[in-house]
């Protein structure tokens, strides 16, 4: 059973940073694509960022030149870095696989104070 583990939120001051950590154990992590989903309430669940099995990685417009996700397969975990934070960027952030995804996990709060 896969479960994902999302940890490192906050709450920071506009301009802040923080990094998020997601483990996803009971899986093989190097062999899937991952994402980084973010969900405010009363909105949509959207893909913040995503990475390839190589490591190429692409970002959604809005967060563009301010996060960045990275792996670690020999940890199996999934990093997001996200500098310059804006009060839009609260949300939950969840990590998942970003094609046959699994069950969503809890995720983790991130709060940019306006």
Same mark, same amino acid.
């Given at each position: 059973?896969?479960? !994902?583990?999302?940890?490192?939120?906050?709450?920071?001051?506009?301009?802040?940073? !923080?990094? !998020?950590?997601?483990?996803?154990?009971?899986?093989?992590?190097? %062999? #899937?694509?991952?994402? $980084? #989903?973010?969900?405010?309430?009363?909105?949509?669940?959207? %893909?913040?960022?995503?990475?390839?099995?190589?490591?190429?990685?692409? #970002?959604?417009? =809005?967060?563009?030149?301010?996060? =960045?996700?990275?792996?670690?397969?020999?940890?199996?975990? !999934?990093?997001?870095?996200?500098? =310059? %934070?804006?009060?839009?960027?609260?949300?939950?952030?969840?990590?998942?696989?970003?094609?046959?995804? %699994?069950? $969503?996990?809890?995720?983790?709060?991130?709060?940019? =104070?306006?």
């Amino acid at each position: 059973q896969v479960q !994902l583990v999302e940890s490192g939120g906050g709450l920071v001051q506009p301009g802040g940073s !923080l990094r !998020l950590s997601c483990a996803p154990s009971g899986s093989i992590f190097r %062999l #899937y694509p991952m994402g $980084w #989903y973010r969900q405010a309430p009363g909105k949509q669940r959207e %893909l913040v960022a995503a990475i390839t099995t190589g490591g190429s990685t692409n #970002y959604a417009d =809005s967060v563009k030149g301010r996060f =960045s996700i990275s792996r670690d397969n020999a940890k199996n975990t !999934l990093y997001l870095q996200m500098n =310059s %934070l804006k009060p839009e960027d609260t949300a939950v952030y969840y990590c998942n696989r970003d094609r046959n995804q %699994l069950p $969503w996990g809890q995720g983790t709060q991130v709060t940019v =104070s306006s």
